[in-house]
């Protein structure tokens, strides 16, 4: 049985591609034009590192995506927290980020105080394989 190239190429790329994640997560505030959005993007099957990025929106007036630190493929989670008026409080791992829908921000935060500066709305997370967002619900994130 002989082969073609036409055929094997593409089934070969098929496969390095398949391990390769590409997902956007939103914590939806108010309804669907307010939101903070996870993307996270594997540029390269072999490779665990994922580059990640941060979306605050607030339609018509903000939508701005910003790259934050490279994570790996079991996440970590990043929990968020409210941290005043459309501002956010994103710990991820011993990193944190400052996001705001009303100056249309998102900015490493590096001097965070020693707790969180509001109450944990919820956490994105991987679950089954996908990254989801797990909303606070009666205290615990569900």
Not at 31 to 59: C, F, N, T, Y
Not at 82 to 104: F, I, M, N, V
Request: hydrophobic share 40%; charged share 25%; net charge positive.
């Amino acid at each position: 049985m002989k082969f073609s190239s036409r055929l094997v190429l593409p089934v070969l790329f098929a496969s390095v591609l398949a391990g390769c994640e590409n997902s956007a997560t939103a914590y939806k505030i108010d309804g669907k034009d307010h939101a903070l959005m996870l993307v996270r993007e594997q540029r390269w099957a072999w490779s665990d590192e994922i580059a990640q990025a941060v979306i605050a929106a607030r339609l018509p007036k903000c939508q701005r995506r910003v790259a934050i630190w490279p994570g790996n493929g079991s996440g970590p989670d990043m929990e968020v927290y409210e941290a005043g008026d459309r501002l956010w409080a994103l710990q991820q791992g011993r990193r944190w980020y400052l996001a705001s829908t009303e100056k249309c921000q998102v900015q490493d935060w590096n001097d965070p105080p020693a707790s969180p500066p509001g109450p944990l709305v919820g956490s994105f997370r991987m679950r089954d394989g996908v990254m989801v967002f797990e909303a606070v619900t009666g205290g615990a994130v569900k």
